[in-house]
């Protein structure tokens, strides 16, 4: 069992910048490849980014390349999220999750997720 809690998300500015955390329980985080995704209103869960276990790997959606770098810190069991020039789009509640394998863009190749952090970002 992973436990995964989400912070840093708020109220900001079209153009600001904001870094997301996921803090995860368990001794063997190294070993998880993590995910970000987020889920606007009436919108399905949608796939942000994605990293390896080691962190030499990532992936990342279209529609943050560029903006978006997603990060972390074995040794504080941490993943993080930074996100620049946040445009209003870009309001959703943002989760991390352990990757289980399959598809990795598609939410049910997760488990174990946060219970997510709302961004909004306004114009």
């Known amino acids: 069992q992973v436990q995964l809690v989400e912070s840093g998300g708020g109220l900001v500015q079209a153009g600001d910048s904001l870094r997301l955390s996921c803090a995860a329980s368990?001794?063997?985080?190294?070993?998880?490849?993590m995910g970000w995704f987020r889920q606007a209103p009436g919108k399905e869960r949608e796939f942000i980014a994605r990293i390896s276990g080691s962190g030499r790997t990532t992936y990342y959606a279209d529609s943050v390349k560029g903006r978006f770098t997603i990060s972390r810190d074995n040794a504080k069991n941490m993943v993080y999220l930074q996100m620049n020039r946040l445009a209003p789009e870009d309001t959703a509640v943002y989760y991390c999750a352990v990757d289980r394998g399959g598809v990795y863009t598609q939410p049910r190749a997760y488990e174990y997720w946060g219970q997510g952090t709302q961004v909004t970002v306004s114009s």
């Open positions: 368990g001794r063997t985080f190294s070993s998880y490849t």
